[in-house]
């Protein structure tokens, strides 16, 4: 019996320190918690960021689909948006029959449903598909140098940037 009574007491005794260690793991938990809670807020805050920057470029790209648009807008326009949002523009304005460029007013003609062109002075075949969004060579051309300067990088990050 006095095995036994031993071994309790010297399991109080470990209680202790194991308490004081407690203690300093519940100060440690609650320290995590408020850096999470705060990480979790700087994410928010980022995320939120992120879809306000695409709601903008979003609507730049509606307005792109206008018929009146001046170069003093389009060039606002490339620093708010991508080369995929541009690309999206042309897309919609050849569905809706006009040109690609958003500078030109023209409406498409007659849009010819070969994907490939031949050319009897090169002998070369050419893949017209985007270039069928045009209504001219020159439309085309502008809308690919303007689309080149158009930078890659996210929208939400060029702020920084900046």
Same mark, same amino acid.
């Given at each position: 019996?006095? %095995?036994?009574?031993?071994?309790?007491?010297?399991?109080?005794?470990?209680?202790?320190?194991? /308490?004081?260690?407690?203690?300093?793991?519940? &100060?440690?938990?609650? /320290?995590? &918690?408020? %850096?999470?809670?705060?990480?979790? /807020?700087?994410?928010?805050?980022? *995320?939120?960021?992120?879809?306000?920057? $695409?709601?903008?470029?979003?609507?730049? *790209?509606?307005?792109?689909? $206008?018929?009146?648009?001046?170069?003093?807008?389009?060039? $606002?326009?490339? +620093?708010?948006?991508?080369?995929?949002?541009?690309? %999206?523009? *042309?897309?919609?304005?050849?569905?809706?029959?006009?040109?690609?460029?958003?500078?030109?007013?023209?409406?498409?003609?007659?849009?010819?449903?070969? +994907?490939? &062109?031949?050319?009897?002075?090169?002998?070369? *075949?050419?893949?017209?598909?985007?270039?069928?969004?045009?209504?001219?060579?020159?439309?085309?051309?502008?809308?690919?140098?303007?689309?080149?300067?158009?930078? &890659?990088?996210?929208?939400?990050?060029?702020?920084?940037?900046?």
């Amino acid at each position: 019996m006095a %095995d036994w009574i031993g071994t309790f007491s010297a399991g109080r005794e470990a209680r202790g320190p194991r /308490a004081s260690r407690n203690v300093a793991g519940t &100060k440690q938990t609650s /320290a995590l &918690k408020q %850096d999470a809670s705060k990480r979790k /807020a700087e994410l928010e805050a980022v *995320v939120r960021k992120k879809i306000e920057f $695409e709601r903008k470029a979003l609507r730049m *790209v509606e307005q792109l689909l $206008e018929e009146n648009i001046t170069e003093e807008f389009l060039r $606002e326009c490339g +620093k708010f948006i991508t080369p995929a949002h541009y690309s %999206d523009v *042309v897309d919609e304005r050849s569905i809706i029959k006009l040109c690609g460029y958003p500078l030109c007013q023209k409406k498409l003609g007659i849009v010819p449903k070969q +994907k490939y &062109k031949i050319s009897t002075k090169t002998n070369k *075949v050419y893949d017209i598909t985007e270039r069928k969004c045009f209504c001219s060579n020159f439309c085309y051309k502008a809308s690919k140098f303007f689309e080149a300067q158009i930078p &890659k990088t996210p929208v939400w990050v060029r702020e920084e940037e900046r």
